[in-house]
C-alpha cells in the first residue's frame, strides 16, 4: 500500500500562488499514475489534475487549465500541484491519490492522502 502525505496548503490572497507537494511512501509508486482531486464544503470532490507515470501525460479540468501545473519527481516519489492566479472558488481541501493510470475518475485511485487545506480570500 502507497502512503500519500499532502502539504503546502494554506492561506492566500486571490491572484496569489501556492505549490502542494505529496510524497509517496511505503509500496512503490513506480508505475502508479497521479492524480489531485479536491473537495469544497458542501460539495462532492472532484477532479483537479491527473499524471501519468512518464510524466507525458497530464490532464486537467477544465476551470484551472492554464493556472495549475502538475508534475512529478520519480526520485523523490513526489508529485507537485503549482497552483497560480488563485480564485476565492478554488478554496477547499486538496486530495492526492495513486492509480493505475491518469485518470479524471476518482474510483479509478487505490490510495489517497489525508488532504491539506487551501484557502483563498478576495
Known amino acids: 500500500q502507497v502512503q500519500l502525505v499532502e502539504s503546502g496548503g494554506g492561506l492566500v490572497q486571490a491572484g496569489g500562488s501556492l505549490r502542494l507537494s505529496c510524497v509517496a511512501s511505503?509500496?512503490?509508486?513506480?508505475?502508479?499514475?497521479m492524480g489531485w482531486f479536491r473537495q469544497a464544503p458542501g460539495k462532492e470532490r472532484e477532479f483537479v489534475a491527473t499524471?501519468?507515470?512518464?510524466?507525458?501525460?497530464?490532464y486537467y479540468t477544465d476551470s484551472v487549465k492554464g493556472r495549475f501545473t502538475i508534475s512529478r519527481d520519480n526520485t523523490k516519489n513526489t508529485v507537485y500541484l503549482q497552483m497560480n492566479s488563485l480564485k476565492p472558488e478554488d478554496t477547499a481541501v486538496y486530495y492526492c491519490?495513486?492509480?493505475?493510470?491518469?485518470?479524471?475518475?476518482?474510483?479509478?485511485?487505490?490510495?489517497w492522502g489525508q488532504g491539506t487545506q487551501v484557502t483563498v480570500s478576495s
Open positions: 511505503g509500496r512503490t509508486f513506480v508505475g502508479a499514475a
Open positions: 491519490a495513486a492509480g493505475p493510470s491518469a485518470t479524471r475518475y476518482s474510483g479509478s485511485y487505490y490510495d
Open positions: 499524471i501519468s507515470w512518464s510524466g507525458s501525460s497530464t
